[in-house]
């Protein structure tokens, strides 16, 4: 079992346009991620968009990869790959996810390469 105390738990929040599946349920979108307290690398991913197929997407595309090499990288892959009406709430989320991320970046002595 990981030891939990070398981790750190981020959130990023949009709201969800009108009309959506997911709308129903949330308000808004959350995307959160478990990262490795060293490297900022994302262990765990999830979101709430509705479907299973949507949230695994996200969970894939962000899994693995270091917040300290910031978010134009994950934000253009959802821009390319992701083509639904959740899309510019996802780079939303995304973008406040970054902003959760460098509020605490100060704590990370380590920069990825």
Do not use: W
């Not at 070398?6 to 969800?16: E, I, K, P, S, V």
């Not at 270091?66 to 134009?72: A, D, E, R, V």
């Not at 959802?78 to 460098?102: C, H, M, S, T």
């Amino acid at each position: 079992m990981k030891n939990v105390t070398q981790t750190l738990f981020f959130a990023g929040h949009a709201r969800l346009p009108q009309g959506m599946a997911a709308q129903n349920v949330f308000e808004s979108l959350s995307i959160t991620v478990e990262v490795d307290a060293r490297y900022a690398v994302v262990i765990e991913a999830s979101c709430t968009l509705a479907t299973e197929h949507g949230r695994r997407f996200v969970s894939d595309l962000l899994r693995g990869y270091s917040l300290l090499n910031g978010m134009t990288e994950p934000i253009g892959e959802i821009q390319q790959r992701y083509v639904g009406r959740a899309a510019p709430a996802l780079v939303a989320a995304l973008k406040d996810l970054d902003i959760q991320f460098e509020r605490h970046r100060p704590g990370f002595a380590t920069h990825a390469s």
